[in-house]
């Protein structure tokens, strides 16, 4: 490889439902977290990779950074704020057609405390409907923040991404290719399907079911009688026998729906045909308890 191959990590950082996942899916070309217009359904740091023929560039997608009411908020607030550390550059995404807000000052007082580069990344330009609010809401952010840059996007749309990555990879710098070529997460294949199914869950059950669900994928393995066919075991968590019975519905209907949705996605992914197991069990409340969140993989130390 020649020396003048760059790679580095970027650190993706906002509040909930900025978008996010929706940037990160949007470079890397595929979907690598789980997308849902509910707030904090990011939960752990996901990084995803983009590789061209002069750069790789590893982004890691955080949860949003918010006031914890659960012990889960607050391992996702440190999830967050973790990846801070060990970084060449931090994108913070604010939403273009949201306010400047106490949250934000919260946000950028540890920012300014590190010595890594800021961009700031104005999302969803394509809603904003009042430029001259959304000029006087920036001012407020650079006022508060020292920013590298500021790029204005619609990472749902893609426009100016381009322009965004192109000064993201010449802030990079000079290093060794990371991961091979064909690799876009260093996520395992078990958080993966776990996170597809959880994401069904969430779209499918709009309201109804909160941020109590967790899903483990709790076995992969190639079927007895049938090399081909991959058979995947999992479980969907929640905190109270009647979300059991909304994930469940009325004869199975929503859980097969669930599933349905989960393995479409799951074949595309992996390439394979699969059967795919759904059961659901309550525990109760289980954001609280740290046995439970490490069960769900969400706390890895002790």
Excluded: C
């Excluded at 939960?43 to 949003?64: C, H, K, L, M, W």
């Amino acid at each position: 490889m020649s020396g003048d191959f760059r790679s580095g990590f970027v650190a993706v950082v906002g509040r909930p439902n900025v978008g996010k996942s929706t940037f990160v899916n949007s470079v890397i070309g595929r979907k690598v977290s789980i997308i849902s217009p509910k707030p904090q359904t990011t939960r752990n740091q996901i990084r995803g990779i983009y590789t061209s023929e002069a750069t790789q560039i590893i982004f890691v997608d955080t949860p949003g950074i918010h006031k914890p009411k659960h012990e889960l908020g607050k391992f996702m607030n440190k999830e967050a704020f973790a990846a801070l550390d060990g970084v060449d550059l931090i994108l913070y995404i604010i939403d273009a057609i949201g306010d400047f807000r106490a949250g934000e000052e919260f946000i950028i007082e540890r920012l300014v405390k590190t010595e890594v580069p800021v961009i700031l990344v104005v999302n969803k330009i394509d809603l904003v409907k009042d430029k001259n609010r959304l000029l006087e809401n920036i001012a407020k952010y650079d006022a508060a923040g020292k920013f590298a840059a500021v790029y204005y996007v619609s990472a749902l749309r893609g426009d100016n991404l381009e322009k965004l990555m192109t000064a993201i990879e010449e802030r990079m710098p000079f290093g060794p290719k990371y991961y091979p070529g064909e690799i876009y997460s260093d996520r395992p294949e078990e958080f993966i399907i776990a996170e597809i199914i959880r994401e069904k869950a969430l779209f499918l059950t709009k309201e109804e079911i909160p941020h109590s669900l967790a899903v483990v994928t709790e076995e992969i393995k190639p079927a007895e009688d049938n090399p081909s066919l991959t058979v995947i075991r999992a479980t969907i968590f929640v905190e109270r026998p009647s979300q059991k019975k909304i994930i469940i519905g009325a004869g199975g209907k929503m859980l097969k729906e669930i599933g349905t949705l989960a393995r479409k996605e799951i074949v595309m992914l992996f390439g394979n045909k699969v059967f795919l197991d759904l059961w659901v069990k309550v525990a109760d409340d289980w954001r609280n308890k740290k046995t439970e969140l490490r069960r769900m993989g969400y706390i890895l130390e002790k």
